[in-house]
C-alpha cells in the first residue's frame, strides 16, 4: 500500500512535467456553492448505484403487484416506425396514461432518462425486449419535424409535457438520445436518426443566426416562434451540445461551427437567461470546447448563470442553498424564489452530467464541483420517503406504493397545496395532481424524475472517509477521446484526511491534474491519497511505465491525454 501526501504547493515526485509541479490550479469560486455550509448535515450519501440498479428492475416488471402498479405498458399506435414501444408512467397513477388515450401518452423525458440511467450503471437496455430501439419512436418523421420530440405525435401532445411548444421539451430529448447513441452505436438506424437531428439543429442555428430569444423552434418549418412561456435563449446550448457531439461522431466541420456559434449565442446574451435544463450543459461545452478546440469561452459566467438564481423571466432558476429546520437542502436544483425555494429530483440528477466532466477539462473548478456534488448527494436523499421525515412529507402513509425506488417530484419551502400549509420545511411534495383532472394524491411521486437516478449511480461512490466522494469524471463524458481512468476526490473537512483508493491489480502511475504532476511511482492494489483541508484532487490512472510527452497545453501518456491544461 503506498502513502503519499501530495502538496499544492508541491515538489515533484516523477519525472515528466517537473517545470509544471510549482504551478497548482489555482481555484474558481462560485458564490452559491461558497454559501454552503463545509459538510452537509445530517451527513449520509446514500448508495446511489444500488438504488439506480432497483429502480430499473422494480419498474421494468410488467407483473409488478400493489396499488398503481405495473408502471410500464404496451403502445402499439406505431406512430414514426411500425412497431410496438413501451410507455413508462411519468407519475405514479397518472390518468393521463396507461391505458387512457390510447396508451399513446408517455413522455422521452420518462423513458430515455430511465433507459440512459440504467445503462449507465452497467443494465443493456437492448437485450431481450430492446427498449433501446423502442427509442426511435419519439423520432417526429410523421410531423416532418424529424428530432427527438417528448411525445411520440401532436394527438397526445396537448395533455402535458411542452410538445412543439416548449423549446427546452423539444430539445432535451436529443441531448437524451445522443447519451443513449453513444453508449448503443451498433442500435440499427441510429446513426441515421443521429445525423438527421444534427442536420435540423445546424439548420435552425444558421436560421436563428445570433436571435436564440424566442419561446420555441418549428423544425419542420425552420421558423422561430413565440408564445405565452418564456423566451429561452439557453436552447442555444442545447443545440450545441447535440451539434459538438455531432461533430465528434461524424467529423463534419459544419457541426464544430455550428456548436461554437450557438454557445456564442447563448454567452452574448446580457442576462440569465436559465430557463430550465441546459446552462450546465453550456458551462460544460465551454470547457470542452476551450480545452480540445482552444476557444476561450467563459466557464465562469455559465456556472454563474447555472447556480446563482438571477435568471431571467424564469426568475429565480439555479441551485438551492440553506439548511431549513435542521436539514440541509443545498445543492437541489430548481427555483431559488419559488415559495421560499422550490428544487426538483430530475434536475439535480441531471446536472451531474455536464457538471462532472466540466472537471476533466477544466480542473480550476475541481474544489467547487467537488462540493456542490457533496451536497447535491447528500440532500438528493430526501427527495425519497424513507429518507424524509415523515412529519417533512405531504404523503408519507403512501411511502410503501413506490417500494422505495420513486422519489417526490419535488422539495419546496412552503407547501403550494393548502391542505399541506402546516408542514415545516423542507417539505417533499410533487406537482402531480395539479396536471390532469381526477390525479391522485400518489401523483407527487415522480416515475420519470426518479427514472434518472443512474446519472447519480454512475457517478457517486462513497469512501472509506464519510463526506469524501469517489466521483467518476468519465461516466456522463459522452463522445469523447480515449481517457484513462479519472476521479475526483474533495476533502470538506478542516483536517487532513486519508482517503483508501482501489487502483486494481494492474499497475498505474497516478497523476493529479490539480497540481500537473504524477503523485506516485508505479502502484497498484490499494493507495492512500492524504487530501489537505479543503482541496480536491483529480487522479488519473495511467499506465506504469507510459511514453510521458508534453504537446502543446496538453500531457499525454501512450498518446492519450492526461491533463488538457498544463
Given at each position: 500500500m503506498q502513502k503519499l501526501l501530495y502538496l499544492l504547493l508541491g515538489v515533484s515526485l516523477a519525472t515528466g512535467c517537473k517545470e509544471n509541479a510549482s504551478f497548482p490550479v489555482i481555484q474558481q469560486h462560485l458564490a452559491r456553492i461558497d454559501s454552503m455550509p463545509a459538510i452537509p448535515q445530517p451527513l449520509q450519501v446514500i448508495d446511489w448505484y444500488a438504488m439506480a440498479r432497483r429502480f430499473d428492475s422494480t419498474v421494468y416488471d410488467f407483473h409488478a403487484t400493489g396499488a398503481h402498479w405495473p408502471l410500464v405498458w404496451w403502445d402499439s399506435s406505431g406512430h414514426n416506425f411500425p412497431q410496438p414501444v413501451v410507455g413508462l408512467f411519468t407519475a405514479l397513477d397518472d390518468q393521463r396514461q396507461g391505458t387512457h388515450n390510447k396508451g399513446m401518452f408517455h413522455e422521452a423525458l420518462a423513458t430515455m432518462g430511465a433507459t440512459l440511467g440504467a445503462t449507465l450503471v452497467g443494465i443493456d437496455k437492448s437485450k431481450g425486449l430492446n427498449y433501446v430501439g423502442m427509442l426511435k419512436n419519439y423520432f417526429n418523421r410523421e410531423t416532418g419535424w424529424n428530432i427527438m420530440m417528448n411525445n411520440t405525435c401532436p394527438e397526445v401532445a396537448l395533455l402535458g409535457g411542452g410538445y412543439g411548444r416548449d423549446w427546452w421539451y423539444d430539445v432535451y430529448p436529443n441531448l437524451l438520445f445522443y447519451a443513449i447513441y453513444d453508449r448503443y452505436p451498433a442500435q440499427p438506424g441510429f446513426d441515421t436518426l443521429a445525423h438527421r437531428i444534427a442536420e435540423k439543429f445546424y439548420q435552425a442555428d444558421s436560421v436563428l443566426q445570433d436571435n436564440y430569444n424566442h419561446s420555441f423552434f418549428d423544425y419542420a418549418q425552420l421558423q422561430p416562434k413565440e408564445n405565452t412561456i418564456c423566451k429561452q435563449p439557453d436552447a442555444a446550448a442545447g443545440h450545441a451540445y447535440v451539434l459538438?457531439?455531432?461533430?465528434?461522431?461524424?467529423?463534419?466541420?459544419?457541426?464544430?461551427?455550428?456548436?461554437?456559434?450557438?454557445?456564442?449565442?447563448?454567452?452574448?446574451?446580457?442576462?440569465?437567461?436559465?430557463?430550465?435544463?441546459?446552462?450546465?450543459?453550456?458551462?460544460?461545452?465551454?470547457?470542452?470546447?476551450?480545452?480540445?478546440?482552444?476557444?476561450?469561452?467563459?466557464?465562469?459566467?455559465?456556472?454563474?448563470?447555472?447556480?446563482?438564481?438571477?435568471?431571467?423571466?424564469?426568475?429565480?432558476?439555479?441551485?438551492?442553498?440553506g439548511r431549513w429546520n435542521g436539514l440541509d437542502i443545498s445543492g437541489i436544483v430548481g427555483n431559488t424564489q419559488d415559495r421560499g425555494g422550490y428544487g426538483f429530483l430530475m434536475n439535480t440528477f441531471d446536472a451531474a452530467w455536464p457538471l462532472m466532466p466540466l472537471v476533466r477539462y477544466d480542473a480550476s473548478y475541481a474544489n467547487a464541483m467537488g462540493k456542490w456534488m457533496l451536497h447535491a448527494a447528500n440532500a438528493a436523499r430526501f427527495f425519497y420517503t424513507q429518507y424524509m421525515p415523515d412529519d417533512h412529507e405531504t404523503i408519507p402513509q403512501q411511502a410503501a406504493i413506490t417500494k422505495g425506488v420513486i422519489g417526490y417530484e419535488g422539495i419546496i419551502h412552503s407547501s403550494s397545496y393548502p391542505q399541506y400549509a402546516h408542514l415545516q420545511a423542507p417539505v417533499a411534495q410533487g406537482d402531480g395532481p395539479l396536471w390532469a383532472p381526477g390525479n391522485p394524491d400518489v401523483s407527487q411521486f415522480s416515475v420519470y424524475g426518479s427514472g434518472h437516478v443512474g446519472i447519480f449511480g454512475s457517478i457517486i461512490r462513497n469512501t472509506n472517509v464519510p463526506g469524501i466522494l469517489q466521483l467518476n469524471l468519465l461516466a456522463t463524458d459522452f463522445f469523447r477521446d480515449a481517457a484513462y481512468p479519472t476521479f475526483l476526490y474533495y476533502n470538506p473537512y478542516p483536517q487532513t484526511k486519508t482517503v483508501q483508493i482501489a487502483v486494481g491489480n494492474k499497475p498505474v502511475r497516478l497523476y493529479n491534474t490539480v497540481i500537473h504532476d504524477f503523485i506516485s511511482a508505479t502502484v497498484q492494489g490499494n493507495y492512500e491519497l492524504v487530501l489537505p483541508p479543503l482541496t480536491?484532487?483529480?487522479?488519473?490512472?495511467?499506465?506504469?511505465?507510459?511514453?510521458?510527452?508534453?504537446?502543446?497545453?496538453?500531457?499525454?501518456?501512450?498518446?492519450?491525454?492526461?491533463?488538457?491544461?498544463?
Open positions: 459538438y457531439a455531432a461533430y465528434k461522431k461524424f467529423g463534419d466541420p459544419r457541426y464544430l461551427h455550428g456548436a461554437i456559434h450557438a454557445l456564442q449565442t447563448l454567452e452574448q446574451q446580457r442576462s440569465n437567461t436559465f430557463y430550465e435544463i441546459f446552462m450546465p450543459f453550456a458551462a460544460y461545452l465551454a470547457a470542452r470546447l476551450n480545452a480540445e478546440q482552444g476557444t476561450h469561452f467563459n466557464v465562469q459566467q455559465f456556472l454563474e448563470w447555472s447556480f446563482d438564481g438571477t435568471a431571467q423571466c424564469r426568475s429565480g432558476w439555479g441551485v438551492l442553498a480536491a484532487a483529480v487522479l488519473v490512472s495511467t499506465p506504469a511505465g507510459g511514453t510521458v510527452v508534453k504537446q502543446q497545453h496538453n500531457l499525454l501518456v501512450n498518446g492519450v491525454i492526461a491533463d488538457h491544461h498544463l
